[in-house]
């Protein structure tokens, strides 16, 4: 590994560490919507940085999607789109703008059908301020 490379893996690993600091930052801001993933605590060692979540059995909005063949019925379309828009709503009035809302960071709840959904992944979130911009 030369000097270059060795410059970006700690830049990556400040990046990173910087990141995870600011998805707990928001995790612990986040408050009183069904449809956000509960937070219960934070935890770092030397190499890691652990984040404790609610428990979500179902598996992800894009597995599902494939799981259909890419096919969802008008109404269940219309109950996953509007879990969606309410909770980035709440997220909205909290300040927080998510920044990476994909099939792949909604869980749902279990397994069984018509099961309230979670937003995950903050690590890309960040708090937005009027007047400020995001980049």
Not at 12 to 28: F, P, Y
Not at 48 to 59: K, Q, S
């Given at each position: 590994m030369n000097i270059v490379e060795e410059e970006e893996d700690e830049m990556t690993s400040v990046i990173a560490i910087e990141d995870a600091c600011r998805e707990v930052k928001v995790l612990k801001a986040l408050f009183g919507h069904a449809n956000?993933?509960?937070?219960y605590d934070a935890f770092e060692d030397v190499?890691?940085?652990y984040i404790v979540m609610e428990l979500c059995e179902g598996g992800e909005l894009l597995d599902r999607i494939i799981d259909r063949g890419g096919r969802y019925p008008e109404d269940d379309s219309k109950a996953i789109i509007v879990q969606i828009i309410v909770v980035v709503s709440c997220c909205h009035l909290q300040g927080v703008v998510h920044r990476d809302l994909k099939p792949g960071n909604f869980l749902f709840v279990s397994k069984e059908e018509n099961v309230a959904m979670k937003v995950i992944d903050f690590g890309l979130s960040n708090f937005v301020r009027p007047g400020n911009l995001l980049n």
């Amino acid at each position: 590994m030369n000097i270059v490379e060795e410059e970006e893996d700690e830049m990556t690993s400040v990046i990173a560490i910087e990141d995870a600091c600011r998805e707990v930052k928001v995790l612990k801001a986040l408050f009183g919507h069904a449809n956000l993933i509960k937070f219960y605590d934070a935890f770092e060692d030397v190499n890691n940085v652990y984040i404790v979540m609610e428990l979500c059995e179902g598996g992800e909005l894009l597995d599902r999607i494939i799981d259909r063949g890419g096919r969802y019925p008008e109404d269940d379309s219309k109950a996953i789109i509007v879990q969606i828009i309410v909770v980035v709503s709440c997220c909205h009035l909290q300040g927080v703008v998510h920044r990476d809302l994909k099939p792949g960071n909604f869980l749902f709840v279990s397994k069984e059908e018509n099961v309230a959904m979670k937003v995950i992944d903050f690590g890309l979130s960040n708090f937005v301020r009027p007047g400020n911009l995001l980049n």
